[in-house]
Each structure stands twice: as C-alpha cells, then as structure tokens.
C-alpha cells in the first residue's frame, strides 16, 4: 500500500492562490506518474492534471490550463499544485493519486493509490 498525504489546503478569496503538496515515503515514488483530482460537493470525482514519472510530460484539464501548474521533486518524494488566479467553481476536496503507470494518466481508473485529499475553498 503506497501512504499519499495532502496539504496545502485552505480557504483563499478568489484571485488568491495556493501551493498543494503530496507527499509519501514509498521509495518508488519516482516510477510512478501522479495526478491531481477533485471532488465538488454534490459532483463526481474530475480531473485536474498529471505528470509523467520523469516530470518531463503534464496534462490538464481544459477549465485549469493556464491557471494550474502540476510538478514533482522525485528526490523529496513530492508532488506539486500550483494553483493561480483560482474561482469560486475551483472549491472542492482535491486528492493526489498514484499510477504504477509511468505516462501521464487522466482516468481515475488506472491509478493505484489515492490519498485522503485536501479541502481549497475559494471565496467570492
């Protein structure tokens, strides 16, 4: 079982931003890629972005781009959300995710482990 922890939540105006972590002492952190989801109250579970194992590839979803930015540092078994310029319709709990696939990953389905997320709300 890989442990993922969130933080960096918290509640903002909007405009305002914010820094999310993942963190997790699995030593295979680096073979994996990872993803940032969300969950609005009352909606399913959406796709925010992912990243490759390397870092070297990242896709979002069309309603972050430009706002959001996925990163990893492998050697600090970290994974990154900058999130900028954010609105009220970015409120929800987002969780990172790990896939035993290398390549980025946008289906919920092919990651392995998730952690326990982390609430952002956006004041408007």
């Known amino acids: 079982q890989v442990q993922l922890v969130e933080s960096g939540g918290g509640l903002v105006p909007a405009g305002g931003s914010l820094r999310l972590s993942c963190t997790t002492p699995?030593?295979?952190?680096?073979?994996?890629?990872m993803g940032w989801f969300r969950q609005a109250p009352g909606k399913g579970r959406e796709f925010v972005a992912a990243i490759s194992r390397s870092g070297g590839s990242t896709t979002y979803a069309d309603s972050v781009k430009g706002r959001f930015t996925i990163s990893r540092d492998n050697a600090k078994n970290t994974l990154y959300l900058q999130l900028d310029t954010l609105k009220p319709e970015d409120t929800a709990v987002y969780y990172c995710a790990a896939s035993n696939l290398g390549w980025t990953v946008v289906a919920a389905g092919l990651y392995n482990y998730w952690g326990q997320g982390t609430q952002v709300t956006v004041s408007s």
């Open positions: 699995e030593r295979t952190f680096s073979v994996r890629s």
